[in-house]
């Protein structure tokens, strides 16, 4: 059977999705379109699970490999998602913990898959500017 590897590309514009079969380029794929994407992140425990941050355009998720996505910032307050980040080591009731980090200034934190979000207010304690 061929080894399957999904590769997710950010361009600024859209989100592809590049399928290689046996280290054979494949199939390349707009997975999400007209959104600004500025990071990305695939859950190292569930890779059908990938988080899309948007210049301002808020926060994407998909729990299958980029074939669907919903939006996913209940809770976070600014629209300039331009960090995210799953955790390889902090698993919640089996789901990875994401990060998001915004513009202003913010991070959250969510425990169920992108569908709640935390705000951490330790970051604007450190001795810094009030924006990145």
């Not at 280290?23 to 899309?52: F, K």
């Not at 074939?67 to 307050?77: F, K, L, P």
């Not at 604007?124 to 500017?129: D, G, K, M, V, Y």
């Amino acid at each position: 059977m061929p080894e399957r590897t999904r590769v997710f590309v950010v361009t600024g514009d859209e989100v592809l999705r590049l399928t290689l079969e046996d280290s054979r380029a494949g199939e390349v794929r707009t997975v999400l379109d007209a959104t600004a994407p500025r990071c990305i992140a695939v859950d190292p425990h569930d890779p059908n699970r990938v988080y899309v941050g948007t210049f301002d355009d808020g926060l994407y998720a998909s729990d299958d490999g980029g074939e669907r996505w919903r939006e996913a910032w209940d809770g976070v307050s600014e629209r300039r998602v331009l960090a995210v980040s799953v955790s390889p080591s902090h698993v919640v009731d089996g789901v990875s913990v994401v990060y998001a980090g915004t513009e202003p200034s913010n991070l959250y934190r969510s425990e169920d898959g992108g569908k709640t979000w935390q705000l951490l207010p330790e970051l604007r304690r450190l001795p810094s500017e009030p924006r990145w």
